[in-house]
C-alpha cells in the first residue's frame, strides 16, 4: 500500500482571485496501484480523480476530502475493476466535501460496475467510462459512513453529478450509512446494477433526492430524504429506461422502511414518481410535504402493479394518490385509487419529531418475510424513536 499521508503536498498560498496551483493537489489524474488515505488527515481533490482498474483506494476513518476553488470540474470515479474501501465510523465518518460549501461545487462520487444494465456501450455521465456487464455479484468494494457535501456539479444543461452515482454497481458492493447533503442535482442515483443498500440519507438536494433508471434490481432498507429548499424535485423518480420502458432487466428494487419529507412546493408536487416502465416493491414508506404522494405513470409500470409484479404495501402519504398521464404517450395509469388504498394510506396525517423522526406501526409489513436481506422492522418509516441511526455522522 502507499501511504499518501507521509508525503501530503500543501496547497500554495494565493490570493482570493488568483488561479490555484492544481498541480500540488493531493487527488488528481488517475491511480493504476494501491493507495491509502490515512485517519484523521485532510486531502485536496483537483480534476477528476480515477481509480484504474486493478487499482484500490483505501480511505480509513475520519478522513476529508475537499475539492480545491479551482475552475477545475472535481470528483472521484472508481473505473470498472478498480475498487474503494472507504471505512468510516458514526464517530468518525468520511466526508467528501468542498472548499466554497455551496451546493455544486465539486462532481461527488461515480463507482462504474460490471453488473447488468439495458442500455448498450454505456458511459458514464462523469468521467467517460463505461460501465455495466453480466456480473450481478461484482464487488466494487465497501462504503461506509461517508458524507458528500455540496456535490451536483453541472458540467451541461444534460449532465450533473450527483452525490452518490452507481453505474451497473454490483450486489458484491458493501453500502451502508450514507448521506448526500446539500447538492444540485440527485442524492442518489442507480444506473442499472444489483447493488444492495441500507441506511441512506438525502438531506436538501435541489433536483431528485433519490432517482433510478437503466435496470436497477437492488434491495434497500432504511431511507431518509428531507427537502426544505423550494427547487428540489421527486422524492423519488424511478425509471426503468426512458428510451424503451419494456427493455430488460427491467428496474425492480425492493425498498423498506422509508421516511420521505417534501417540501411543500406547489410546482414541484411529486413525491413517488413511478414511470418509464420501472417495477417496484415498496413496503412502510411516510411520504408528507408533496401534494401528489405518489403517481403512476407509462402502461407498463401500470400493469405491473395490476397484475401484482409490483407491490404497494404499508404506505402512508399525506398527499394524493394519482393515475397520472404520461407525458410523452398520453397514456394514462389504470391502477386504481382502490386498489392502493387497500394496503396504504392516501391523504393522511403523519406527526413527525424534527421532520424526520416518527414511525407508525398500524399497516406494518414484516419486510424480512418478503426478502432475507431486510432485518425484521415492525413499523413504518426509517427511523424509530429508540433507534437514531443518523446521530454522529449525518448534517440536519
Known sequence: MVALAAAVFALVSCEPNNPVDDSKADLQGEITSDMTLEAGNTYTLSGGFHVKDGATLTIEEGVTIKSVDDNVVDYILIEQG???????TASNPIVMTSDLKKAGSWGGLHICGRAPINVQAAKSEIGDASYGGNDANDNSGVLRYIRIE????????????NGFTFYGVGAGTTVD?????????DGFEWFGGTVNCKYLVSTDNTDDSFDWTEGWTGKVQYMVAHQQDATCDCLFECDNNDKNPAVTPVSHPILSNITLVGNNSSENKRGIRLRAGTQVEIYNALVSGKPTGV??????????LADGTSVLEGIVTTGAFADATDEETGYTA???????????????????????????????????????????????????????????????
Open 150 to 161: 455540496y456535490a451536483g456539479y453541472a458540467f451541461s444543461a444534460d449532465k450533473e453529478a
Open 334 to 396: 389504470a391502477y386504481l385509487l382502490a386498489d392502493f388504498t387497500a394496503a396504504n394510506k392516501a391523504e393522511t396525517a403523519i406527526s413527525l419529531t424534527d421532520n424526520i423522526y416518527g414511525t407508525v406501526t398500524e399497516g406494518a409489513v414484516n419486510p424480512q418475510s418478503k426478502d432475507s436481506y431486510f432485518e425484521a422492522a415492525s413499523y413504518i418509516g426509517a427511523l424509530s424513536s429508540d433507534n437514531d441511526w443518523t446521530a454522529g455522522w449525518t448534517m440536519k
Open 82 to 88: 478498480g475498487k474503494i474501501m472507504a471505512e468510516g
Open 295 to 304: 403517481s403512476i405513470e407509462t402502461e407498463q409500470t401500470d400493469k405491473a
Open 177 to 185: 450509512h450514507l448521506q448526500a447533503y446539500k447538492g444540485s442535482d
